[in-house]
C-alpha cells in the first residue's frame, strides 16, 4: 500500500502574503504525521511532503492520501484534497482544525480522523483495505501512551527543520487558557509515558540536540523531575515549554539544568490580569514574578523565549509600551509578540462568536499577523499597528546583538548561535503585519 501524508503549508495558502519560505531557525516537524507513519502496517510504504518546502506530488498514484490541517493551513489542505480526490485518490483529513469543525473537514475528503491516530488510524487503514472505509473516526483521546511505536522521523527532510529530533513525554494541560485549543479539543487530562520508554527514544535520538514537545513542563512536576533525573547521565541537550510559575519550583529548575536544558519557551502571554488566562497567587505581583522566572532561568544558564499576546479584552492601547518596557528589562533572549487569534473550537471563538465580534471568516487568515475578531479596548487598526511597533523596537539591531551577547556569557556556542538564528527569524515578521489590512477599522468605544 502506497499512503502519502501532507502538511500543508498556510503561507502557501495566503499568496499575498507569501514572501518566502518559514525561516529554518523557527522550525520543527510536528510529531503527528510522524506518528501516523509509525502506526501504519509494516508493509506499507509511506512518504511524508512538508508543502512549505516540497512540491506536492500529484502526478504519483498512492493508494491513500493523508493531510493533517491546523485552521491557517486548512484552505491550502482543503485544495490539496481536492485535486488528490479528482485524480482519483481517497484522502483523510486529521488534525488540530478537524477536531475543531469536523463537518466542514468531511465535505472535502473521503474520511475524517477525529482526535488522536493511536485509537483511529489503525482501524482506519484496515477498513480501506478491506473496502469498507466509513466517513469518520472518533478517538477517546484518551488511549494508554505505553508501548507506542517512536515515530518515523526517517521520512523527514532533516535540512528543512532546525531539527527533526522532536520527543512527546506528556499530552494534554489542566490549565483553561480560554484562547488554547488543547485543552479545549483534547482535554483536560494529563496522560503520561513511561518515564522508561521516552528515556529509551532520546537514548536512540541521532546527533545531541532535541525538543521536549510537551506543552508545558511545569505541570505533573514530579514525574518530569524524574524524567529529568534519568536524562542527566545521556548528556543531551533540549528545549521545551513551560508556563511562568516553573519558578515556584526550584527542584525541578536545577534538575533542567543538571538534564541539560538549553531554552524554554514561557508563556507569559499578558503582563496585566486578563480573564481567561492563569491567575496569580493572591499577593504576587505579575512583572516581579515573570522577572523572577527569566532571573531564575538564566541562573541555570536557560536561555528563555518570551510569548506576549495582544488583543486581550483587558487590553487597550496603553498596553504595548510597557510591555516592550518588560520585555527589555526581564533580559528575556527573544520574544514571540503575536495578536491574539480565536482558533474555532476554543472557548473565547465561541464567546466571541456569541458576542458578535468575529470580523473573519477566511480561516487563512487566523494568523496572529491578523486581527479576525473586533477588539474590545481598541480598534483593529491600533491592535495591528501596536503589535508591529513593539515588535519593531523589540527587534531593532542594537538590541538584538545586545541579547546575543548576554547570551554569549552565559550560555553554550550552540545555544547562543540559537539565539541569534531565532531573532534574526523572528525579525524577518515585523514586516508580516500588514497595518493597512484595518483602513476604514472604527475605533473602538473606550473600556
Not at 105 to 120: K, L, M, R, Y
Request: with cysteine; aromatic share 10%; charged share 25%.
Amino acid at each position: 500500500m502506497e499512503i502519502l501524508l501532507i502538511y500543508p503549508s498556510s503561507r502557501r495558502a495566503r499568496l499575498t502574503a507569501f514572501r518566502q519560505d518559514q525561516p529554518t531557525a523557527q522550525r520543527y516537524p510536528g510529531l503527528g504525521l510522524t506518528m501516523v507513519a509509525a502506526l501504519s502496517p509494516p508493509d506499507a510504504r509511506v512518504t511524508i511532503v512538508d508543502d512549505e518546502r516540497e512540491a506536492v506530488p500529484y502526478g504519483r498514484r498512492y493508494d491513500l492520501v493523508g493531510i493533517s490541517l491546523l485552521t491557517a493551513n486548512s484552505g491550502r489542505g482543503y485544495d490539496i484534497a481536492r485535486e488528490f480526490r479528482r485524480r482519483g485518490a481517497p484522502v483523510v483529513l486529521g488534525g488540530m482544525h478537524v477536531a475543531a469543525c469536523p463537518d466542514e473537514a468531511a465535505a472535502a475528503a473521503d474520511a475524517v480522523v477525529i482526535g488522536e491516530a493511536e485509537d483511529t488510524w489503525p482501524a482506519l487503514v484496515r477498513d480501506f483495505a478491506a473496502g469498507a472505509l466509513r466517513k469518520a473516526y472518533r478517538s477517546t483521546n484518551d488511549s494508554p501512551l505505553s508501548g507506542l511505536p517512536w515515530p518515523r522521523r526517517d521520512l523527514l527532510r532533516a535540512g528543512d527543520y532546525i531539527t527533526v529530533n522532536n520527543v512527546q513525554a506528556t499530552r494534554g494541560c489542566p490549565f483553561q487558557c480560554e484562547f488554547c485549543s488543547i485543552s479545549a479539543l483534547l482535554g483536560r487530562k494529563t496522560r503520561c509515558r513511561p518515564v522508561e520508554e521516552v528515556v529509551e527514544e532520546i537514548r536512540g535520538l541521532e546527533g545531541r540536540y532535541f525538543v521536549l514537545n510537551d506543552d508545558n513542563v511545569a505541570q505533573e512536576r514530579d514525574y518530569f523531575k524524574e524524567l529529568f533525573r534519568r536524562l542527566i547521565p545521556l548528556r543531551k541537550e533540549w528545549v521545551g515549554n513551560a508556563s511562568w510559575n516553573i519558578a515556584k519550583d526550584r527542584e525541578l529548575l536545577d534538575l533542567m539544568e543538571r538534564s541539560g536544558c538549553a531554552g524554554v519557551f514561557v508563556g507569559f502571554e499578558s503582563i496585566v490580569p486578563q480573564p481567561g488566562l492563569m491567575k496569580l497567587a493572591r499577593g504576587e505581583a505579575r512583572l516581579a514574578v515573570y522577572k523572577e522566572t527569566v532571573r531564575e532561568l538564566h541562573r541555570r544558564k536557560i536561555c528563555v523565549i518570551g510569548a506576549f499576546i495582544f488583543g486581550f479584552d483587558g487590553d487597550n492601547p496603553s498596553v504595548f509600551a510597557p510591555t516592550l518596557e518588560f520585555a527589555l528589562e526581564s533580559r528575556i533572549d527573544t520574544a514571540q509578540i503575536n495578536i491574539l487569534v480565536p482558533y474555532p473550537g476554543t472557548p473565547l471563538y465561541a464567546r466571541f462568536e456569541r458576542e458578535g465580534r468575529i470580523i473573519e471568516r477566511d480561516w487563512g487568515r487566523y494568523i496572529t499577523d491578523n486581527v479576525c475578531f473586533r477588539p474590545k479596548g481598541m480598534s483593529s487598526r491600533e491592535l495591528l499597528e501596536g503589535c508591529a511597533w513593539v515588535r519593531e523596537k523589540f527587534y531593532a539591531y542594537p538590541r538584538l546583538g545586545l541579547r546575543v551577547a548576554r547570551a554569549a556569557v552565559r550560555s553554550s556556542p550552540k545555544a547562543t548561535a540559537a539565539v541569534f538564528a531565532v531573532n534574526m527569524a523572528f525579525r524577518r515578521g515585523i514586516r508580516d503585519i500588514d497595518t493597512d489590512g484595518a483602513a476604514g477599522d472604527p475605533a473602538a468605544a473606550p473600556a
